[in-house]
Nanobody
Framework: DVQLQASGGGLVQAGGSLRLSCATS????????IGWFRQAPGKEREGVSC????????VYVDSVKGRFTISTDNAKNTVYLQMNSLKPEDTAVYYC???????????????????WGQGTQVTVSS
């Protein structure tokens, strides 16, 4: 079975950094797209970043460009989201999700992810 586990969240001051991890299992790690999403209280879930093993492309929502970096450690079957220069508006529960059955690319509309992990809370204080 496919499993994803997000971790690495916590409390940080504005301007600080966190690195989120998405540990995966149950699928071939060279055949996927994995996205990071977040949801703040009272707001819709939004796509944050995506990485695809098919074409090595990465995608970021405009609000995090230049601050967040998505990467992989293939030996550990893990995807990371390095978050720098954090802002209070980054406060949210962050989820990782995998497109295993579909096109396995980072879609501009953030659509079609087959599997979702549990979220990890990121809180950025002013």
């Amino acid at each position: 079975d496919v499993q994803l586990q997000a971790s690495g969240g916590g409390l940080v001051q504005a301007g600080g950094s966190l690195r989120l991890s998405c540990a995966t299992s149950g699928f071939t790690f060279d055949d996927y797209a994995i996205g990071w999403f977040r949801q703040a209280p009272g707001k819709e879930r939004e796509g944050v970043s995506c990485i695809s093993s098919v074409d090595s492309k990465t995608v970021y929502v405009d609000s995090v460009k230049g601050r967040f970096t998505i990467s992989t450690d293939n030996a550990k079957n893990t995807v990371y989201l390095q978050m720098n220069s954090l802002k209070p508006e980054d406060t949210a529960v962050y989820y990782c999700a995998a497109d295993i059955l579909g096109r396995k690319v980072c879609r501009s509309d953030w659509g079609h992810y087959d599997y979702w992990g549990q979220g990890t809370q990121v809180t950025v204080s002013s």
